[in-house]
C-alpha cells in the first residue's frame, strides 16, 4: 500500500493537478458517527487537495483490505474529486453506512465506479489472465477458446474442471496480487477469463 500511498500524492487529472493527503492509521467515521473503511473528501480551505483517510484500526492485519480500500479511494480522487474542489461537504465513502444510502444514484455510480476502478487497478486483466494460464497449466486444467476481455486470443478456463483445482488456481492468483481469494473471483468473472463463470 505504501508504493500506491507515495506515487499517487501528487496526481494530474485531465491536466488539473490535485494534492492527495492520505491519513492511514486513525479510526474513520461517517456523518452517523458509524465506522467507515475509508473516506475521500475535499474542503474548500485546501484547494486542490483530497484528503483520504483509510480506517486504520479496521484494515489492521489485513494489508489486502488495506490496500483495496486505498485503491477505493484513490478512484474517488480521480473520478469525483475534480469536480467537487471549492465545494463544501462533498464525501464519497468506501463502504455505504445506511441502506437508504443506496437510493441517491449519484452515490451509488460513484461507489461502482471507485469499485471497478479498485479492481482493475489492483488486478488488471492481461497480467490476472496470463497468471491464470501459467497456474492452469501447472495444474492441468483445460482451456477453451471463448469470448472474454482478458489477452487478446489466449484461451480462458474451459468449465467442468475439478473445483478443487480451480480453487486452487484462485488462491495461487491471491497471492499474486496479494488480494483475497474473494477478490480473484469477481475479477475473473469480471473478465470472463472461466467458461461458464466460477461456481460459487
Given at each position: 500500500m505504501g508504493r500506491l500511498?507515495?506515487?499517487?500524492?501528487?496526481?494530474?487529472?485531465?491536466?488539473?493537478?490535485?494534492?492527495?493527503?492520505?491519513?492511514?492509521?486513525?479510526?474513520?467515521?461517517?456523518?452517523?458517527?458509524?465506522?467507515?473503511?475509508?473516506?475521500?473528501?475535499?474542503?474548500?480551505?485546501?484547494?486542490?487537495?483530497?484528503?483520504?483517510?483509510?480506517?486504520?484500526?479496521?484494515?489492521?492485519?489485513?494489508?489486502?483490505?488495506?490496500?483495496?480500500?486505498?485503491?477505493h479511494e484513490l478512484g474517488h480522487v480521480l473520478f469525483d474529486v475534480p469536480s467537487a474542489l471549492g465545494e463544501a461537504g462533498?464525501?464519497?465513502?468506501?463502504?455505504?453506512?445506511?441502506?437508504?444510502?443506496?437510493l441517491d444514484r449519484h452515490a451509488v455510480l460513484s461507489e461502482r465506479r471507485a469499485n471497478e476502478f479498485m479492481g482493475a487497478l489492483l488486478v488488471p486483466p492481461v497480467p490476472l489472465h496470463?497468471?491464470?494460464?501459467?497456474?492452469?497449466?501447472?495444474?492441468?486444467?483445460?482451456?477453451?477458446?471463448?469470448?472474454?476481455?482478458?489477452?487478446?486470443?489466449?484461451?480462458v478456463l474451459a468449465r467442468g474442471n475439478p473445483r478443487e483445482a480451480v480453487e486452487g488456481v484462485v488462491a495461487a492468483l491471491a497471492g499474486d496480487f496479494g488480494v483475497s481469494d474473494g477478490f480473484i473471483r469477481v475479477r475473473l468473472e469480471r473478465y470472463r477469463l472461466v467458461q461458464g463463470g466460477l461456481v460459487s
Open positions: 500511498v507515495g506515487r499517487s500524492a501528487e496526481t494530474l487529472v485531465n491536466g488539473r493537478p490535485v494534492r492527495v493527503a492520505w491519513e492511514l492509521a486513525q479510526p474513520v467515521h461517517d456523518d452517523a458517527g458509524l465506522s467507515v473503511l475509508g473516506v475521500c473528501e475535499t474542503d474548500p480551505e485546501m484547494p486542490g487537495t483530497a484528503l483520504v483517510s483509510v480506517n486504520g484500526p479496521m484494515v489492521a492485519g489485513r494489508p489486502e483490505l488495506a490496500l483495496s480500500t486505498a485503491a462533498r464525501r464519497f465513502r468506501a463502504v455505504t453506512a445506511l441502506p437508504e444510502a443506496l496470463l497468471q491464470m494460464l501459467a497456474h492452469a497449466r501447472d495444474e492441468g486444467l483445460r482451456t477453451v477458446h471463448a469470448a472474454h476481455h482478458g489477452r487478446q486470443g489466449s484461451r
